[in-house]
């Protein structure tokens, strides 16, 4: 590793240990489960308020995805490895990429609990963000560096342009890595809603009446999805390897 | 015959590595110009430095200048222009992941050739001057990629050829083909020299007495003589090393 990598990415730690630092200290109260957790006069558990906005959560989903693919084309087509914006950012994805799920899942329960930001949807948001787009970012930078580079010199050759070759040549070569890395963010992300069911369920429930049906129905379809598309990703990842 | 491509003093460096150490010469118009020498020795470095493709390697400097009619290639401003003037075939074949008649219209369409019949033509008249139009004229919507070796490196030939170039370069272009078909190339080679002007890079430097007019002989980064073929070939070229290599003494 050369010396200007090994800066940027004891700067990317430290900055990342300040935040975290910052975070803990504004974050770090008494809690107090939150009083609003009602729709209008009528109250409901966490766990129905969860999973409402977890629903909402789908097309914020959907928008990190498309903005982590167009995010690593950029990247890799515009930034060379020696730009300097390139090698700032860099160490922050991997970092982040590498933080376990379940992490992010407590966190989220954490939040919708005790309502820590003014508003729950801003907390998942930020969670969902965090979770979404380095490992996304990471995968589709994989599959764009895993097109031959004589493919794009030989479109050059001909005297295609940039968005020619990207969107010829680049984006179609690359776009099943790019879809099995979605298809394992999202399993990702499954995971972690069903985590953070599960734990409410066990926080607010009584434990004489929990049985395994209890939670089959609340994350079983969840766990379900989780299953398909770790199996699509992987059936993906074995045709394209 | 006036030139084509005049070099100057051309140097470049991968870092710290330096691989054409300040090179001059000048290439005639519909000529074919024959490149030999070992690995390692700039050639393909240069047919990249006069396409322009050179650029995409990180950490590359040039200095020199390379002109193209007389225009010095750094400063025109249409790069896509420029590489359309030129023809570029690899040493492996590097078939787009396209239809075998989609990686030949893919420089017509580029340049914004939209009817059939007249893409049609194109591809009819590439195919054939790049000996590949019997083979695939059946199957012209199946995948490049799924040819032969030889038959991609034929398509794309053909696909150099799609935009007319007025300057074509071959790097290594037989190392995937078959004698028989070389030799077939290589008699469309000496049609095209009536309308282009020809770069041929081989390792092989019998293709090079049999095709070219003029023979450069380059040796880790530096140019060792430049001639006609027949004084290249002969047995007293101006250098000793020239006479060693092309007699299979080294490299």
Redesign the interface.
């Known amino acids: 590793m050369d010396k200007s990598k090994l800066l940027y990415n004891s700067i990317a730690v430290l900055i990342l240990l300040i935040v975290l630092s910052i975070y803990l200290i504004l974050t770090f109260k008494t809690p107090v489960a939150d009083s609003s957790l009602s729709f209008g006069s009528m109250k409901v558990e966490p766990i129905t308020l969860l999973k409402v906005r977890l629903f909402w959560m789908i097309p914020i989903l959907f928008i990190t995805v498309i903005l982590s693919i167009v995010f690593a084309f950029i990247i890799e087509e515009w930034l060379?490895?020696?730009n300097i914006i390139r090698q700032i950012i860099e160490p922050y994805i991997v970092i982040l990429s590498g933080i376990p799920s379940m992490i992010y899942g407590l966190l989220a329960v954490y939040h919708v609990v005790f309502n820590l930001i003014s508003s729950s949807y801003t907390s998942l948001t930020l969670i969902l963000i965090l979770l979404v787009i380095p490992t996304t970012t990471l995968s589709t930078q994989t599959a764009i560096r895993n097109v031959?580079?004589?493919?794009?010199?030989?479109?050059?050759?001909?005297?295609?342009?940039k968005w020619?070759v990207i969107f010829?040549?680049v984006l179609?070569?690359s776009a099943l890595d790019i879809l099995s890395g979605v298809c394992y963010t999202i399993s990702r992300v499954l995971t972690v809603t069903a985590v953070c069911i599960l734990v409410l369920n066990l926080l607010t429930s009584d434990f004489s009446t929990l049985t395994v049906i209890n939670i089959v129905n609340n994350v079983g379809i969840i766990l379900l999805l989780v299953l398909i598309f770790s199996i699509i990703a992987s059936l993906i990842k074995k045709n394209t390897g | 015959m006036e030139n084509k491509i005049e070099i100057s003093d051309l140097k470049v460096n991968y870092g710290d590595k330096p691989a054409l150490n300040g090179i001059s010469f000048n290439i005639v118009q519909n000529e074919i110009l024959g490149i030999i020498g070992p690995a390692q020795s700039g050639k393909t470095t240069l047919l990249k430095v006069i396409n322009r493709t050179l650029e995409f390697t990180h950490g590359v400097t040039i200095q020199g200048s390379v002109k193209l009619d007389g225009v010095d290639i750094s400063t025109i401003g249409d790069v896509y222009g420029l590489r359309k003037r030129i023809g570029m075939v690899l040493p492996l074949p590097v078939g787009l992941p396209l239809s075998i008649y989609d990686n030949v219209a893919f420089a017509p369409r580029t340049s914004g050739i939209r009817i059939k019949a007249e893409l049609d033509e194109i591809v009819e008249r590439c195919l054939k001057q790049a000996a590949l139009w019997d083979e695939v004229k059946d199957r012209l919507n199946s995948l490049g990629t799924r040819l032969s070796g030889g038959q991609q490196q034929r398509l794309t030939i053909a696909r150099a050829l799609s935009h007319q170039p007025e300057i074509l370069c071959l790097d290594e272009f037989s190392i995937a083909v078959d004698p028989i078909t070389t030799m077939r190339i290589e008699e469309v080679l000496k049609t095209l020299k009536n309308e282009m002007t020809i770069l041929l890079v081989t390792n092989l430097v019998q293709q090079a007495k049999r095709l070219a007019d003029r023979t450069a002989f380059m040796l880790n980064g530096d140019l060792i003589e430049i001639d006609d073929t027949e004084v290249m070939f002969s047995d007293n070229p101006k250098q000793q090393s020239t006479f060693d290599y092309i007699n299979g003494d080294f490299g």
């Open positions: 060379s490895p020696t031959d580079t004589s493919i794009r010199n030989a479109a050059y050759a001909v005297g295609g342009t020619q010829d040549h179609p070569l």
